[in-house]
Structure formats: C-alpha cells, structure tokens
C-alpha cells in the first residue's frame, strides 16, 4: 500500500501559519529595536536564517508523508542550498565592508558560523547520496546525518559565547532540541512521518531565534 500524503491545504495552512509568526517575530524585534546598533542588527539575519532552516525541516517533518528517498532530497536539497547560501552571502557581504585582507581576518578570528554552515552543507550532500544509493546502505545513511547536525551545532552552541545568562539559557535550549529532533528522526520508521522530530526542530527554531543577542 502506497503512502498518503497529506492534503495540500493542510500544507499551506501550516506555511501561512510559519510565515505569519516570522511576521510577528520581524514586528516584535523592531518594537524591540534590534536595528539601533550594528551588533545588534547583525543578529538578526544571523538568527532569522537558521532558525528558518530549521523550522523549514521540521514543518516537512511535520506535514508531509514523503518515502524516505524523497525526504532525503528535499532535507538535502534545503541544507546544501542552506549552508552555501550562507557562506557565500556572508563572505559576499564581508568583502564589500572589510575588502580581502579584513575578510580574511574576520574568518580567522570569527569562523565558526562559516564552519557549522559548511557542515550544513556536508550534511546536505549526505542526505543526496542517500538518496542515490541501494536501499540497504540508503537506508542505513539517511538516519546519520541528523546526527552530524546535532554534534556539531551543540559544539557551535557551547563554542559562541552569549552576552548574559538569558542568551546562554535559549541557546541551549535550542540545542536540546535540536539533538531531542536527531533522535526522533533517527528512530522513527524510513516511510513514515516523522512527527516528533519535526516538532523538535520546530521548538528548536524558536528557541534560537528568541535568543538573539540574549
């Protein structure tokens, strides 16, 4: 027996109700006054980006019953596009500020963003492969690279130090999250939905981009 998709409005219920509470993040940070400052206002998009990564794999997660090969391309399709965006847009960005040499020490002194997006990409080019190979060794690699994911951004966590305790709290918070995601998605059956994971990742988004600048 084939597996049912969800219905296509119950999809675009749940993207309306994502991009509407980014509304409602973007409204309550500007009544917040992110923008006063250019640390502040850097972490804004710094947040706004991965959080909606993540949420975007959970809301998958959540709302559509795809074979596990298809799950494989769309989650490696978002994290490749994801993590090269990412860096190209960020070094982009630093060249046109610092020129070469200021961008290059910027990624000697301030890397680690750049690092955990290049892993996002790594990880996204894993869930491809997976997808490409037999079923026995497909199968068996799709469920590691959550698990990639969810080493390296609690190390990215533990490594980018917060501005007072209440950054610290949400950040780890997210990161719990994030490995509860890995877990669920590790265990949960090739062809199904996997519903818990997503709400994780979902959670986790959340956490993330509440913690900006603590």
Not at 29 to 54: M, N, V, Y
Not at 159 to 166: W, Y
Not at 200 to 213: D, E, K, L, S, W
Request: net charge positive; glycine share 10%; with cysteine.
């Amino acid at each position: 027996m084939g597996v049912q998709p969800h219905h296509p409005s119950s999809a675009r219920t749940h993207v309306v109700l994502a991009v509407s509470q980014i509304l409602v993040l973007v409204t309550i940070c500007a009544s917040a006054d992110i923008w006063r400052s250019t640390k502040t206002s850097e972490q804004f998009p710094g947040h706004l980006g991965p959080a909606t990564f993540i949420a975007a794999i959970g809301y998958t997660a959540l709302v559509a019953d795809w074979p596990w090969r298809a799950r494989c391309q769309v989650e490696g399709r978002l994290s490749l596009g994801a993590g090269c965006a990412y860096v190209v847009g960020e070094g982009l960005a630093r060249l046109l500020v610092k020129g070469p040499s200021g961008t290059v020490d910027h990624y000697m002194k301030h890397g680690l963003h750049a690092w955990m997006s290049l892993v996002v990409a790594v990880v996204g080019a894993a869930f491809l492969l997976a997808a490409r190979l037999e079923a026995t060794a497909g199968e068996r690699l799709r469920r590691a690279p959550h698990a990639w994911f969810a080493s390296a951004w609690g190390w990215f966590i533990w490594a980018h130090k917060q501005p007072n305790q209440f950054g610290v709290a949400m950040h780890a918070a997210a990161a719990i999250w994030v490995f509860l995601g890995a877990y669920f998605r590790a265990r949960a059956p090739a062809n199904a939905a996997p519903r818990e994971a997503g709400a994780c990742y979902v959670f986790a988004a959340y956490a993330f981009f509440g913690g900006q600048t603590g």
